[in-house]
T-cell receptor, first 115, second 111 residues
Framework: EPEVTQTPSHQVTQMGQEVILRCVPI?????FYWYRQILGQKVEFLVS????????KSEIFDDQFSVERPDGSNFTLKIRSTKLEDSAMYFC?????????????FGPGTRLTVL | QQPVQSPQAVILREGEDAVINCSSS?????VHWYRQKHGEAPIFLMI?????EQKGHDKISASFNEKKQQSSLYLTASQLSYSGTYFC????????????FGKGTRLHILP
């Protein structure tokens, strides 16, 4: 069964460093998402991406965040200058259709630890 | 606006039933239910799109009361595998492609 994959599974970085989290969505999916989950807390929406552009973003997704689909398969989340509070689990998700009507399939997540 | 889930946590014995509620202060287009086990990604359970819609598979079902802006998830004759945190996610009527999740309800099933 096709699944969303994410790399790396765990990344440790120093505060102020840039990180890139990578996701490979399911191949026929058109909508892509990033969520984060701080340990023990709820899943928070960051951004949705469709047709090579951001369709919606939350207040969390400020100027230090960016997303890209550099080729036909990868979907990346870049954090330019990491802060301690960016430490969280980051989930990528994808869906065939728009998020409200279609199942979003989540990847296994990347645990980001900022020291 | 984040949906409100209740209860925060439930402990059941295997075979007992549970109801988890999700309510929103905004008019909703859809409600999504996910289950997440500790250290794992959320797993999709179901989407409810229409007011009055009820869905279910196996012994897990849900309803969506559009007028009350509420959804409930029903777990019948719970199994040990049902343990985890259940999140509802809502999309508002303006169809902004953004699903906002509640804080979750922790369900623990005892043998």
């Amino acid at each position: 069964e096709p699944e969303v994959t994410q790399t790396p599974s765990h990344q440790v970085t120093q505060m102020g460093q840039e990180v890139i989290l990578r996701c490979v969505p399911i191949s026929n999916h058109l909508y892509f998402y990033w969520y984060r989950q701080i340990l023990g807390q709820k899943v928070e929406f960051l951004v949705s991406f469709y047709n090579n552009e951001i369709s919606e973003k939350s207040e969390i997704f400020d100027d230090q965040f960016s997303v890209e689909r550099p080729d036909g398969s990868n979907f990346t989340l870049k954090i330019r200058s990491t802060k301690l509070e960016d430490s969280a689990m980051y989930f990528c998700a994808s869906s065939v259709g728009s998020g409200g009507t279609d199942t979003q399939y989540f990847g296994p997540g990347t645990r980001l630890t900022v020291l | 606006q984040q949906p409100v889930q209740s209860p925060q946590a439930v402990i059941l014995r295997e075979g007992e039933d549970a109801v988890i509620n999700c309510s929103s202060s905004k008019a909703l287009y859809s409600v999504h239910w996910y289950r997440q086990k500790h250290g794992e990604a959320p797993i999709f359970l179901m989407i409810l799109l229409k007011g009055g819609e009820q869905k279910g598979h196996d012994k897990i079902s849900a309803s969506f009361n559009e007028k009350k802006q509420q959804s409930s998830l029903y777990l019948t004759a719970s199994q040990l595998s049902y343990s985890g945190t259940y999140f509802c996610g809502t999309e508002s009527l303006n169809r902004d492609d953004k699903i906002i999740f509640g804080k979750g309800t922790r369900l623990h099933i005892l043998p």
